[in-house]
């Protein structure tokens, strides 16, 4: 499977669809780290905000002078205060409540980019950016998505595997309970924020660093928010795999079969794909795999 994986630039794919499997890794990465908060039971409109953290962080101090590799990290230490920070101020915010807050927070964060134009450079961004690899052009760009992508799932089977991922299930499950048998579910909230928006922020910053450019519409767009939770969703909530599974699924399908053809639907797959989820799916591509399983036996 690694060597499938792997093979692609090795073999002369064209540059075009290397630049579309790079792309869905980015988004694997995203819908996996969106998962992970999701498994502590905190569910968020606004990872957007994470990413154009990083994004900005990262370009910010590559430009200063610090090496890309340096850049990214410092981007994914912002984002990671930033997660720390919403998961402060909504506190006492549950469900649709949380959402709207963190919904709310990317958009405040695009405000602050647009009118600090001293530093970000307004809606005009930074260009400029220093690449992290002088050669291999698109397949080192693949390679690079793919290493984040890894990163973000080894984070994902670690927590499971650990008491951390107890305690996240026990808080999502039931929060008063999980505080009478002693667990601080604070702490634990705080945790998800952290780690989520580390890793979003952290794809944030290979971002701009790939496209060399950083502007607020672009990096904390809702797209960055709103298609890592239909991914999850579609490819299956709380499992390892579905996330990247729906965003391989969503994101080829709109960009190699709806795109080409009638490009102003090319977000459909995305709706649909949430209708199918509600309607058909409860548990994603990941519960409809299981179903089958425990059918055949």
Do not use: C
């Not at 579609?234 to 699924?249: D, N, R, S």
């Not at 795109?259 to 649909?272: G, I, R, S, T």
């Amino acid at each position: 499977m690694l060597l499938s994986i792997a093979l692609p630039p090795l073999i002369g794919f064209h540059p075009y669809y290397l630049y579309l499997l790079s792309t869905t890794f980015l988004f694997g990465t995203l819908a996996t780290a969106w998962n992970l908060l999701a498994y502590a039971g905190q569910i968020s409109f606004g990872q957007g905000a994470f990413f154009g953290l990083g994004g900005y962080g990262a370009a910010l101090a590559s430009l200063a002078g610090l090496p890309p590799w340096l850049a990214i990290g410092l981007g994914g230490i912002v984002g990671a205060l930033g997660g720390v920070g919403i998961g402060l101020a909504s506190l006492r915010l549950r469900g649709a409540y949380l959402a709207r807050a963190t919904l709310a927070y990317a958009e405040v964060w695009r405000g602050v980019a647009l009118n600090w134009t001293g530093l970000t450079g307004g809606g005009s961004g930074l260009i400029g950016i220093p690449p992290l690899i002088e050669l291999g052009g698109r397949a080192g760009n693949y390679y690079l998505s793919l290493v984040f992508l890894l990163a973000a799932l080894g984070s994902f089977a670690a927590v499971l595997r650990s008491r951390v991922g107890l305690a996240f299930a026990a808080i999502r499950e039931e929060e008063e309970r999980a505080s009478l048998l002693g667990l601080r579910p604070l702490t634990w909230k705080l945790l998800a924020f952290a780690v989520s928006a580390l890793l979003t922020a952290l794809a944030g910053g290979l971002y701009v660093h790939t496209i060399r450019a950083v502007e607020p519409d672009l990096v904390f767009s809702p797209h960055f928010s709103i298609l890592p939770l239909v991914m999850s969703t579609f490819g299956g909530l709380h499992t390892l795999l579905g996330p990247f599974v729906g965003a391989l699924v969503l994101y080829l399908v709109s960009e190699l079969l709806v795109h080409p053809f009638v490009p102003v639907l090319h977000q459909l797959p995305y709706a649909l794909a949430l209708v199918a989820v509600i309607l058909y799916l409860p548990g994603g591509l990941a519960g409809l795999v299981t179903r089958r399983r425990h059918a055949a036996a």
